[in-house]
C-alpha cells in the first residue's frame, strides 16, 4: 500500500469545494500510478500527531472506508441567526430550552476540524474528496488546534508545547538547563545590609525544581550576566544553596553560551533556558525549550516558548522545571507509537 501525503498551507490551499464533494485540483486528481491512498493534511493544525493518521488509516486498510475525515466533539448550543432588523424571532437549532441539559452531561455534536482527509485513489478519480463509504475519525479536543485568525495564534501555541508532536527532537534529550539568577530564581531585588554585603530571597518551591532535575539527570548552571553581577560570597551560598554551579557571564551571553555547550558537547535542542530581558532574547530563540517568568517584559515573552503562570522568585522556576519534566515524560512513552515508518503501513 502506498500513501501520498500532501500538506496544505493557507495560501496553497489544495482542497476546495463544498463540504462533502470537495473538488481536487489536478495535481491531486492525477496521483501517480503506484497511489493507492491520498492523505490532505491541514498546515494549519499544529497538534496533529502521527498516531492520527495511523489510527485514520486502519479504517481504510482494515474497515474498507474508502473515505476518513478528522472530527473534534463539540459542546456548543446553536441559535438560528436572525439579521439586524428582521421580525423573525431566533430559534434553537440543537437544544430544547425547556429541558436545558447541562453541556457536560450532553454528548454534544461532531464538527469536521480540518485537522486531514483520507481517501482511496478510485475515489480521488472520481473527482471528490468525501464519498462512497466514508466514516469519521474523533480527535481529542486537546490535539485539535484550528489556526484560522490571529487571535488562535497564542493558543495553539501553549496548545503545541503541552499536547504538540515534536518530532524526533524529543524533549527528553534535555540535558542542560540555563537559569538566570536575578530575576528568574530571585525577584530581580538585592538587599544590601549596613554593612554592604548583598543578599537575595530565593524560594525553596525553586529549589526543590532544581533538584527534580537534577534527580532525573538534568544538569542546572545558574547563570549572572555582567550587567548584573554577583558577588563570590553570595554565589557560593547560592551554589551550596542549589547543589548547581554559578557562572558569571559577559555581555556576550549567546556567545559564552555556545562555548558552554561545546564543552559538553550539546546542541541548541539538548538545551533548555530559562531568561527574563531583553539580554536573553537570542537564547530564547535558540534553545529547545525557553521560557520567562509571568512578570517578564514583553521582548522576552516573546522569544519564549513557554511564559510561567508564576512570577519571578515565587515559583516561576519550580513551574518551568516540572513542565520540563512534563514533557520529557510524555515523550518517552509515545516515542515508539508516534514514529511513522514507510513499512509500517
Known sequence: LTVLMIIATPRGEILHGAPGRGRLTSAVCCPPPEVDVICHIQ???PCLHPFHLKEALEMITKQGCQSIFS????????WQ???KGGSVATQPLNLDPSNRPRRQDWDGELCENGSFYFSTRALIEEGVLQGGK???YEMLPEYSVDIDVDIDWPVAEQRVLRFGYFGLDKPEVVRLLLCNVSGCLTDGRVLISDSGEGMVSVNTRDTMGISMLQREGVEVILISS???PMTKA???KLSQRTGSEVRQLSKDIQCEVKAMMDDRDLDWKEVAYMGNDAPDVDCLNLAGLSAVPRDAPVVAINAAKYSCHNAAGLGAVREFSEHILLLKKKAKSQMEQDRIHRNTF
Open 134 to 136: 466514508w466514516a469519521y
Open 43 to 45: 498546515g494549519t493544525s
Open 71 to 78: 472530527v473534534v466533539r463539540r459542546h456548543h448550543f446553536r
Open 226 to 228: 555582567g550587567e548584573d
Open 81 to 83: 441567526e436572525v439579521k
Open 234 to 236: 553570595l554565589a557560593d
